[in-house]
């Protein structure tokens, strides 16, 4: 499992990167990108790799649904869903099958 939070930090960041555009977040100074890092994978009971991850909250936080308030948290602009969908682009590169993803 080590090998994979390894493997994970190594690519995310540009990974992260690649996907910000509009209406999701903007790439301006590479501070967010650059916060995002797999803390650790464990193994459902059902067997399936679980990776938890975590950004820089303070500023961010502020854009998720259900923590923040408008305009800034819009449905659009969510950094976990961003997240998700990176790690699950790498877990693709890597041929992970299905894979859970929580942020810590």
Known sequence: ???LVVQFNSR??????????SPSLNNR???FANSAQVSN??????GFPSVGYTYQKEPYQVFED???????ANGQRDPRDLINRS???IAAE???????TRRV
Do not use: F
């Not at 995310?12 to 555009?21: F, I, S």
């Not at 890597?94 to 859970?100: K, S, V």
């Open 66 to 72: 259900g923590v923040g308030l408008e305009p800034w």
């Open 87 to 89: 790690i699950r682009e």
């Open 29 to 31: 100074t590479g501070r």
């Open 41 to 46: 994978v464990i193994m459902t009971p059902q």
């Open 12 to 21: 995310l960041p540009q990974t992260v990167r690649k996907n910000m555009g």
């Open 94 to 100: 890597l041929a992970i099958g299905r894979i859970y």
């Open 1 to 3: 499992m080590l090998k």
